[in-house]
């Protein structure tokens, strides 16, 4: 366990302070929704609320699954709880592997007090849910009251950190068995290196529905194992550093397959959902910068965050003359063409 917190504590420590991020973004700089001078609309009548696992939002945002297990992770949590309550939004925790290890760190998922009505995503790897028992996963969501559970796919990272997983086979079972017999819905994610639209396709024949797909363009879990490495890990980290599939072509190679998709990674504004909505996904999820914003700011910072968020989502509704998601997904748009080259590689 104190291997775990330890490692805990660093993430956290090294993703507020160093740099961590892409040096290309996710993409959206080459997404252009095309603007509309006309609205005939008021903001007051602009509706970006919408659902995911039968829990309303008012808004398409997510703060995606970050930390837990140590006392400052349920600080920050609670911080993030408290937040997304009172804006309508939704939140993932982290890795739930520490409560297997120690059940007395549960306190620091356990969050309905805080935020008794959003939408609250648990979280576990998938190798570690291959080799857990049902019974043993089913009490990870039910300790913590959560809408959803999160299978994390992180292979990158993994052979990225020193005494990470090296052996990724049988995940793909791993999850179809969840689909069909844990009796909770599953959303599966990646950790910022993105979900081909191949491997989105492999899901779904198991019965996935929803994926976030955290592309790459925001933070790189690569670049943070890079930091906490050894000599011996640090020169291959190094080299992959940048390794993964930005965001926003994930997203238009997979535009058009009827999946519901969460987009995350790199997504750094308002304006990004906004796009992101566009290019078919349902909901857009950032960590970094509320992780930032609470660093700097506390839970004030995160509301703050947040709260700028939705407005400038809002404000490309407007701008676009989107009265609700919906017709925020038939905006008209203009991609650019390292963008569209980027997706045509995707789906060939
Ligand atoms: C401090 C920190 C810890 C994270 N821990 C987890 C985790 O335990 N499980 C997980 O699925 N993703 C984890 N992530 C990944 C995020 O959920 C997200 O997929 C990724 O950071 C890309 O989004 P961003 O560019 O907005 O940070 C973590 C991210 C941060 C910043």
Known sequence: MADISSRKVDHIELCAQRDVEYREGALFEDVQLVHD??????????DPSTSLVGRR????????????????????????AVVVEDLGLGMGLGSQRPMWVDPNVAYSYQLRAQAPTALILGNIGVVQARDASLESLRELVDAIGADALCVHLNPAQEMAQPGGDRDFR???????????????????????????PAVVERLSQVGVEAFDVSGAGGTTWVGVEELRGDAHSRPV??????????????LLGLRGANHTLIASGGIRSGLDVAKAVALGARL???????????????????????????????????LT??????SLS???????????????????
Not at 37 to 46: G, K, R
Not at 170 to 193: F, H
Request: proline letters at 4%; aromatic letters at 2%.
């Open 57 to 80: 939002l008012r808004a398409p945002v997510l703060v995606t699954g970050m930390t837990g297990g140590v006392p400052e992770a349920a600080t920050i949590n609670r911080a993030i």
């Open 321 to 326: 003359g989107s009265r609700d998601l919906e």
């Open 284 to 318: 857009a999820g950032l960590a970094l910068p509320v992780l930032r914003a609470f660093k700097s700011g506390g839970r004030e910072g995160v509301h703050a965050k947040l709260s700028e968020i939705v407005m400038a989502l809002k404000t490309a509704m407007l």
């Open 170 to 196: 049988g995940c793909l079972a791993t999850i179809g068995r969840l689909v069909s017999d844990l009796g909770v819905p599953i959303v599966v994610k990646e950790t910022g290196c993105g979900l081909s």
């Open 237 to 250: 980290a190094a080299a992959f550093r940048e390794w993964g599939i930005p965001t926003a072509a994930i």
């Open 37 to 46: 001078s006309l609205p005939e609309l008021a903001l007051d009548e602009v």
């Open 330 to 348: 038939r905006a008209r748009l203009h991609c650019g063409e390292r963008l569209q080259s980027w997706a045509r590689s995707l789906s060939r």
